[in-house]
């Protein structure tokens, strides 16, 4: 019988260490099942940002296909319009040179009344370069009376939209003396690019 109180104490104690045991065991299954549920909360989480991953890159290869197409589109149109100036500049060329090439006094003013451009017999009867007349009125080029009664036909052309014809002598940068028939068109449109 002595031994029977250490057994029933013994038996008590691995009760009680069963009991703690099967308490800590309820512990770890909670802190398990709050594990598997954060886990299947993060898995679905993941998955969420995955798709979302591949929505982005997506729209990012869409949009890199679209910067692309819009580069080739840039470059044929930079080539076209690199054609287009060579071919104006041809013409350009080509148009100056029938200008210079005619024996008429070619030149043209803008809307107020300043040179914009002219031929090489304009340059040579005014002693000046196309550079130098651009921007100058016809006041700054020839003597008071010529330059008032070139002002007034001009007024008349621009006024009346009419094309008119007036003879006019005309002095040449060497003193020399030239009598002129001068023939002036409205010229108001010019291609602005």
């Known amino acids: 019988m002595l031994s029977a109180p250490w057994v029933l104490y013994f038996f008590s104690e691995l009760i009680k260490q069963l009991e703690n045991s ?4 309820k512990e770890v299954v909670s802190q398990l099942e709050r594990l598997r549920e ?6 679905r989480e993941l998955q969420t940002n995955i798709r979302q991953l591949n929505h982005e890159i997506e729209q990012r290869k869409l949009a890199q296909e679209e910067r692309e197409a819009l580069f080739k589109d840039l470059e044929r149109e930079i080539q076209d319009k690199s054609e287009q100036e ?6 350009s060329t080509l148009l100056r040179s029938i200008i210079d090439a005619s024996p008429d ?11 914009a451009g002219c031929n090489r017999l304009a340059e040579q009867m005014t002693g000046r370069t196309e550079a130098e007349l651009i921007g100058l009125t016809p006041h700054e080029v020839w003597e008071e009376e010529l330059a008032s009664q070139v002002a007034a036909s001009d ?3 621009l006024e009346n939209d009419v094309s008119i014809t007036e003879e006019v002598w005309l002095r040449f940068a060497d003193g020399r003396r030239g ?6 068109v409205p010229f108001l449109s010019l291609i602005h690019i």
């Not at 099967?22 to 065991?25: A, G, K, Q, V």
């Not at 954060?38 to 898995?43: M, S």
């Not at 060579?86 to 013409?91: E, G, H, I, P, T």
């Open 86 to 91: 060579a071919q104006a500049r041809r013409l």
């Open 38 to 43: 954060e886990d299947v909360f993060l898995n």
């Open 105 to 115: 006094l070619i030149y043209y003013r803008n809307e107020e009344g300043q040179f």
């Open 155 to 157: 007024h008349e052309v």
């Open 22 to 25: 099967r308490t800590n065991l």
């Open 179 to 184: 009598y002129f028939e001068m023939r002036k």
